[in-house]
């Protein structure tokens, strides 16, 4: 966070900068997080941010919710609430649209029937274009226009999709299930009855009547022109229907992706999550823990507890095995990283009991010996004599563990003593094997002990 802030407050040095955040409705935790982080960080730069959002998507528990409150106490922070399309401003857009000037009659219909809410006018009117209602002769022979807005967009899109071909709507359907952007490698994967030329046809029909667009980095990339439009489709599918549609995406997705299953990891486990009634828990744990590994390198923390949380809940009901440990494992790192202790110590300590039973002294050992903040290694006290010891029998090189061992007895302990005798075997270890890293960590936590004992000197 700190970095990309720092970035973008430097590059603002020589230009104004204005970053705009389209849609933050559908954001997800982390990117609101960095974005209070910036809100906090940007006085006295010549940086702008400006965040867009639908207010009609917002409850308490929505995520930007509590986001709004923090930065609205920020003194740079201004809410400005958009109203609808004027009068002046639909009879333009019509005007774009057609290529033709609009009698006020049909653009006061308009703008009437939608409040000017920007996209029920979208929709509108290119439905009203597409069904050739606005030529030339249209226009300047009608005098009343009847515009019958649906109880809801999701209709209007609808009764656009149903102007397309049997043939493109179920391409479609398909390409919504995959997500809101697909690729032509995919569609080619999973639609068996159409060659490829068969199916840039169809894609084309969707492309015409502006549902899909092409995206502008590569050739044979789509996305949904609106979320709505991949919705609308979605929600038509029965939970069956939708569910095999997963499954089948997902089996064609993993031979796609055989040489980058790693990278892809997270977007197979959204499939194969939603098709576990017919896969399986195995795949989905085998893609979550790769999911949740990669988010981890990424110091994406959130992600990652949802990723090795979902593991954990498809193995529930198993016996504990190394592959169970090693999801704890690498739970409780993310758990730390995001300071949530009584969680990081529970994770640890199953995991650790799993180690010590089958005599897993290495993972054992690794798993407490980085154990660095004051109230983690007081939790961890009882669990690090423990891994010593294990470490002794097994003749294991143990100077971080013993360092963390050390500090976890001075400060818990008012036998400094003992805590002094660990520190010592420690640094006597460091300086064995010539490892620097390991004796300044050790001199420093043995500082940090004798601070706490009040031996300043």
Partial sequence: FDSITTFLKTASHRNPIVLVLDDLHWSDRPS???????AREISGSRLLLIGTYR???????????????????????????????????????????????????????????????????????????????????????????????????????????????????????????????????????????????????????????????????MAGFYQFTHALIQETLIDELSLTRRVRLHARIADALEVLYANELESRAAELVHHFAQAETIHGPEKLIRYSIMAGNTALENYAYEESLTHFGRALDSKEGQDMDGETAAILRNLARAQASLFLESETVESVTRAFEYYETVGDVANAVTLVENAHSVWEVRQLAGILGRAVNLARTASYPAGRLLSTYGFSLGITSTDLGTAEKVLQSALDISRAENDIALEMRTLAIWGHVDGFHIKWR
Wanted: with cysteine; charged share 25%; hydrophobic share 40%.
């Fill in 55 to 217: 207010d009609v998507e917002l409850n308490r528990q929505h995520p930007l919710a509590e986001t709004l409150g923090e930065v609205s106490r920020e003194r740079l922070f201004e809410r400005v609430v958009l109203r609808g399309l004027t009068f002046g401003d639909v009879t333009r857009f019509i005007q774009v649209t057609s290529g033709f000037e609009p009698p006020q009659s049909l653009a006061r219909a308009v703008h009437s029937q939608t409040e000017g809410n920007p996209l029920f006018v979208t929709e509108v009117v290119r439905l009203l274009a597409q069904e050739g209602e606005l030529t030339a002769q249209n226009i300047q022979e009608r005098e009343s226009w009847e515009i019958r807005v649906p109880e809801g967009v999701r209709e209007v899109l609808g009764r656009r999709l149903n102007r397309l071909s049997q043939r493109c709507n179920e391409t479609l359907t398909i390409a919504s299930v995959v997500g809101r952007e697909f690729t032509l490698g995919q569609l080619d994967n999973l639609i068996d009855d159409l060659n490829q030329d068969m199916l840039l046809d169809v894609l084309e029909e969707g492309l015409a009547a502006r549902v899909i667009e092409e995206l502008p980095t």
């Fill in 32 to 38: 609101l997080m960095l974005l209070q982080f910036i």
